[in-house]
């Protein structure tokens, strides 16, 4: 899907005052999976697709362009904008420390990010809410041949 | 605290076979905190380092060390080691769609990557366990001017 | 807010000849906030998007514009305008240096890009009229955790 | 001076608890410029330079190397440090917007970064104490030839 | 493992006159592996160490290397060695063509690099023999979440 | 071929509902090397172009597209896209060891990418299918002069 | 002023076989001055643009873009051209004996390349003319403060 | 010659308290050029080399070093010291008109960094010394073959 | 020449199905010289230029492009395609030679690229045919001043 | 083998006055490959390892060096020796016409950098003597699979 049907996605997500939670909800996904699919990174079935044009009250011919299998990967090598640079320190600073506590719990091997989620919830806070991540990844441990 | 001194807080851990765990609960720490300091990326106080060198067997030396303001930030511009790019690769795939959702839940902001914690735990699974990384940042809102 | 619609909203502010300071009291806030929001990096709310857009003879439809989350982040890793370029030296130059200070200052920790502004003043001066750039940001603590 | 001698200012002034506002008085200095000239960011003459090793309790020769023209630039293309990045991010989200308003207040120029100085203060604050940096370059205007 | 551990286990299989392949036949691995192991990237149990470094007549304190989670990826960027190169640019040529063909054949996923074996085969050839390189790597299907 | 035919040809095998691998039998040859000659990073002879675009129903005016000389290498200098990156990765991670292993079984020389074969299949694994790389590049020794 | 702007002041010179002396001699200025207006990198004020636009037979909305506050900066970060790149060596092979000489001379500081001027002359020579270039760049010293 | 040997010249002239102005005279060469053999970015003869060790009471076996060919180009790709940063800069703002005006005046070619010669003078001013900086460069013609 | 104006020359020079050879011999120009004009790294005078054009039956118009001064350097900091990155990976390879051996049999200077010519010729070999190469360029010394 | 290696091959070359071409005779091999041996750019057999350091009056343990698989590249991505940049320069100017001459010439395939020679010769010319660069590689054409 090429950014200008992305486009085309969000202005009538907007237009609709639909939220991507609202979304995810009309096919049984977490609103993170249709924001992925909404900016290319994800690949919906053509049910999904259907319903997802539908309920945007945009041409079907969009569903096909959902149903494609995306080139992912957003954008710069070091991101600028704020908020997605965060989880790049976070990567920089954390990593290594990460890297060493998978490890010893799971031995040499990494996280998979391809059976994988993403959840984002709202954490009250008298101090000021706070944003919580939380990811699930297999564990995929090396293979010795 | 440079690579030297990481390397025998490393070693140290080692030959005394302590995992990031033990070292934490030492401390009341977590063990991904507790891998941040070993890698030169969080501060100690003083208290907790003297903890921590004398449980190492090491030199009341280094716990100076560990309590210096360290300048953070491990690695290469884009992280090659397989563990530790699957995170970036997170960032590429997902940092839109996670702007998008933390945008429409809590407005214009960011995550904060410093009144933040991150916990690591194994899930079970009969499929292959499963990491789950958990963040909780402030969401720090953009003040206008 | 894509560059067409800030290149259109930079020509009816010529043409209009009203300055960014006019328009920051037309809304109640700092002139370099409102070139922040004419540039894409910063998000109007509905009330200060419609007084600009009117004051500028504008079609109302760019206020929708003016209230979208923006993708942050201007331009090329190194700034080749020189202007901008002498913000990234001093970042080279005093980087490290600002660093000790606010940690001899503060402790471990930030000073706020997102809980910050940031005014310019003209400071006259017989030998060469001064530009004088002042930052205030919360200073974040590192949370141990 | 190349890092060894600045690795051996640093420790000597932790070592003798003294903060850079100390040494600034010591010489009337502001203690940004201390610390970039002990980063190796700038050059003294020698009677600051006899002064500060003298309190440092280290040898003359050390002196030499605090009056050397330094060659300035601290680090990578990209900080990674979360404090210094900070000032990177502004730059990439505030650097052209800074630029329209000094365009527009002062003509086409540039804001000085040598004949400039810097001061960092703390702004107390009930929601959290803030750091304010003010910087202060003379305008130098672009000269038509 | 550091690159100085890995000098001195291809030091002494120079001095041994030993293949990669006798190596593995030893601990009943792939020749790949075994090289993968002495360039620090991959990671062996105690036993493997032991008979290693024991064929080899080298310290068994070489053996703890051996058995560290290494800091996998080995160099620049972009490789200038020729032979490493051209498996750079099989992949720039390649890449999209197999991408294409993988999704074709598996649907939305990739083919692992973790769960993955990788073996090189001489095929004698009249017109000059070929390298027969054979990766299979567990197809990873994108979760949908 | 620019990237416009390229979209045009991927659009219609789309729309025909054909696979790389029933296109590659109508030529003679395999999916991988139509998939590259789709995506501009091979050249047809006449015939194969001709009976590619008929098939596909396209105007005969892009067969001449398909016979171009490719200017080839698709993509950024280390790919986002997860599928293709993880052939970086396989570079990154086992450069070093091919090399070791092919100098080892070969000699002074490297495995040609152009006198060169890449098939993909599928291997059905009860714990998850496989995806199986087959490269097969002539020998080529370094001449000496 | 934009890309296609200066194309077309460019090509208007060329219609009018116009040389930048001859321009400069119109308003007064440099040919080189007058070089960097017409690609965007300097800024004349209304008269200098209007006589400008009027001897190319240019429409007068164009000297409106030749008063604007240019974004400076023209190119690659090492330019390819070999004319230009040839200053871009001067730079790395005589920057650090430049910054000797001047420190030497000057102090601690920088030439300016804001209060700056720039000239090309023909130096005729029996063994192939030579190309001058002289700068003239106001000396800043480093502030102390 | 290595950054070593540089070193050893760079300490001896300042315990000597020569300038690269006295240094030339003695071998009757200029300060800038002086400065480059310094820095390793220049060759000397024999005679050249013998009187500069001679003077500076330095080992004959230095003169050496000063007779090697030199790997040229001295730094990062963007320099990153402020007066060094200036000529990168020169170079972005004013490539593109000194290509024009040197095209105009000399017709297809470039001026040559070889048979070259750069000098600093110091411009006495009321309103603040200037920097020169004049260099001069046979021009070379493109030929055509 | 912009590369809109080489596609067209290009298309037109396969129209007519004429080779490089044909139309350099047509100006008394080398085949190469004649594929450097064509992508824009040459200049034409006004002869060659209008029999190049009027031979591919394209209009005059076209011929002002040729005898532009072209912007030069085409591509990529490192080339993708296969074949233009073999004459990056030579002078990776071979740089250091090359300059050792250029030294010893010239002094210190080098090989002028703008006073160049560069031959492509077929050498029929029994064992594959080979490329030959040939490059003549001015030695250049190195002025000392 | 390393840089140290590298070195002191070439001290004593430099020591016992020998040429890259003496040296060359002397194992019957072109001077360039001589220095590329040198530079560790390629891998002599035993008995050319001896009789090389045997004349250099080395210890014969260097020569177990001389016939290690070198790491083959030399340096930055983009050189920033002058001598050594002209021949990246040639790559950016003539690089796709030697693509499209090539193809025209021998058809869809590359000059191979591996079934390769280069030699260097003077060419003597009365307006200064021309370095002849003739490189010759075997033409391999891509296999279609």
């Given at each position: 899907?090429?950014?200008?049907?992305?486009?085309?996605?969000?202005?009538?997500?907007?237009?609709?005052?639909?939220t991507?939670a609202e979304?995810g909800?009309?096919?049984?996904?977490?609103e993170?999976?249709?924001?992925?699919?909404?900016?290319?990174?994800?690949?919906?079935?053509?049910?999904?697709?259907?319903?997802?044009?539908?309920?945007?009250?945009?041409?079907?011919?969009?569903?096909?362009?959902?149903?494609?299998?995306?080139?992912?990967?957003?954008?710069?090598?070091?991101?600028?904008?704020?908020?997605?640079?965060?989880?790049?320190?976070?990567?920089?600073?954390?990593?290594?420390?990460?890297?060493?506590?998978?490890?010893?719990?799971?031995?040499?091997?990494?996280?998979?990010?391809?059976?994988?989620?993403?959840?984002?919830?709202?954490?009250?806070?008298?101090?000021?809410?706070?944003?919580?991540?939380?990811?699930?990844?297999?564990?995929?441990?090396?293979?010795?041949?």
């Open positions: 899907m090429d950014a200008a049907a992305s486009r085309v996605l969000l202005d009538a997500k907007r237009a609709k005052r639909l991507f979304l909800e009309l096919i049984g996904r977490d993170v999976w249709v924001a992925a699919l909404f900016y290319g990174q994800a690949r919906a079935d053509e049910t999904e697709a259907a319903k997802l044009v539908s309920v945007l009250g945009l041409d079907q011919a969009l569903a096909i362009a959902l149903t494609e299998f995306p080139d992912k990967g957003l954008g710069p090598v070091v991101p600028t904008d704020p908020l997605i640079y965060r989880f790049y320190e976070i990567m920089q600073v954390y990593g290594m420390p990460m890297k060493a506590v998978i490890h010893e719990k799971f031995g040499d091997g990494i996280m998979s990010a391809i059976d994988f989620s993403l959840h984002i919830d709202k954490e009250p806070d008298p101090k000021g809410d706070r944003v919580k991540v939380t990811m699930s990844g297999k564990f995929l441990a090396y293979k010795k041949f």
